[in-house]
């Protein structure tokens, strides 16, 4: 009886009950979905949090460790670097920047040369009260530095001087193993050494370092300090008079061929000046300028042109030195040498030295105007002492 009150569905209803089917699957899968991105949006939240923790936690400790590093005294150094766990923190890079712009303005011509500076005071890095160092050579070494003395011979004069200052001022302590040539050549060469930091050595100072160094070391050891002392500042004087004056004063009567004066048997045959010349030289020389002062009490009607170029422009004092003799003068920059070369007699350089292969090595731009003047067929005189004869070689250099 209750199988046959049973109906069988209609397919009306069969239909019905599948839709509904997929409207439940549809609902589930929807509220899946929703549930797994609530719970990766959840994740995500949790990791930020942990990273903005952790950066938090870095950046406190970077500076902890800063407070640190500057606590009492603030920091003088350029480019300081702060060092953590994770990472490096170069907290100024200004250095890199300066090179790469000197490297770019630098001259393609001269890229193969050393570029000198200084970004530092001579007196910044050491205390000179605490040193061994002579107030002369101080003194020396700052003229030199700022250019206040640039001569060649004018160095190598001053060296000598303060030389002499020097050993004057010298006290041999008793308690002392070493000898008293030892001794004086051991306080010296902190001095040299100041003077090297201030300016490098010329070759004068250089020839005169070797030959007064030879003169300390061959001290009798059987003398008392005070004889060691006029010995040496008598090799002092000695060497002024006749390696720089003296010379000084033989090259200019060769110039001038003084017939009163006879070297080996044989007096000079004709003055290498004759009046109504018009003389070209460059830049500043103390043995130039003692040439042509003499000169104009011989031949009073000399005219001088006076060749400059920076950047010291060393010309104006040569300029000055000769206007006070009543010497005929003009000035004139070195760019415009050409112009005024076809009236030139004769071009006197002075010299820093002579090298062993024959080369002079003088102000830079001497050799662009013995370059002019062999072009105008002038003829170029180089003024030289022996002292500043050196061993050395070069082919190119900047002076």
Known sequence: MSSQNIQPKTS???QKSKADL???????QEEQRAKKAAALLSVNQKKTLQS??????ASLKQEEVKNSHNLGAESKSKDVVFETTPVKIKLEKKEASAENTSNNSKLKLFHYFDEYKRDYSITEKSSLESTNIHPSFIKLGLQSAHDL??????????FLYALKKFIIDLKFPSNTSKTLPEY??????????FL?????????QGNAIKEMKQSILHLPLNISETEAKDLLVEEIDKFIEEKILLAAETINKYILADVNSIISGTSYAHSKISDNDTILIFGYSTLVNRILIEAKQRFPNIHVIVV????????KKTLEKLLKYDIECSYILINGISYIMNRVN????GAHALLANGYVMAQIGSSQIALVAKAFNVPVIACCETYKFTDKVQTDALV
């Not at 903005?52 to 936690?57: D, I, L, V």
């Not at 640039?150 to 001053?158: D, E, F, K, L, Q």
């Not at 400059?308 to 010309?315: A, E, F, I, M, V």
């Open 22 to 28: 997929r409207r439940e699957r549809r609902a589930k």
């Open 346 to 349: 004769k071009v006197i350089l």
């Open 149 to 158: 003395i640039s001569c060649s011979n004018a160095r190598c004069i001053g």
């Open 196 to 204: 090297t930091q201030c300016r490098p050595l010329s070759v004068s």
């Open 12 to 14: 009306e209803e069969a």
């Open 308 to 315: 400059d170029s920076r950047p010291k422009y060393r010309g």
């Open 184 to 193: 004086i050549e051991s306080k010296l060469k902190t001095n040299i050494n």
């Open 52 to 57: 903005e923790k952790s950066n938090a936690s």
